[in-house]
């Protein structure tokens, strides 16, 4: 599956931002759907993922009241609502795709088969 993230920007702290995901070339439902960030000068974080309908979500915790993971699979796409950003939500986001419930519930990324291009995200204070 292929996929394309938009949807990123500036934002001041304090403010929203709803990335999107589209998927293309796979069926968009078998797939486990992520998003991790990368910081300037840091590793590539886990954020937030999604099971193949939706029923079970998992943040990380420096996210969990602020940001929302959901999919419209009748869309095949994949999106992230950030509210009451800050700062340190700076970064790079991607969407990853796998076909394993493992892959995120269990942190084993390097089964994720696809990832997306990334988009910019900068908070402002």
């Known amino acids: 599956v292929q996929l394309q993230a938009s949807g990123g920007g500036l934002v001041q702290a304090g403010g929203s931002v709803r990335l999107s995901c589209a998927a293309s070339?796979?069926?968009?439902?078998?797939?486990?759907m992520g998003w991790f960030r990368q910081a300037p000068g840091k590793e590539r974080e886990f954020v937030a993922a999604t099971s193949w309908s939706g029923g079970n979500i998992y943040y990380a915790d420096s996210v969990k009241g602020r940001f929302t993971i959901s999919r419209d699979n009748a869309k095949n796409t994949l999106y992230l609502q950030m509210n009451s950003l800050k700062p340190e939500d700076t970064g790079v986001y991607y969407c990853?795709?796998?076909?394993?419930?493992?892959?995120?519930?269990?942190?084993?990324?390097?089964?994720?088969?696809?990832w997306g291009q990334g988009t910019q995200v900068t908070v402002s204070s």
């Open positions: 990853a795709a796998s076909d394993r419930y493992s892959t995120f519930y269990l942190g084993k990324y390097d089964e994720i088969g696809s």
């Open positions: 070339g796979g069926t968009f439902s078998r797939y486990v």
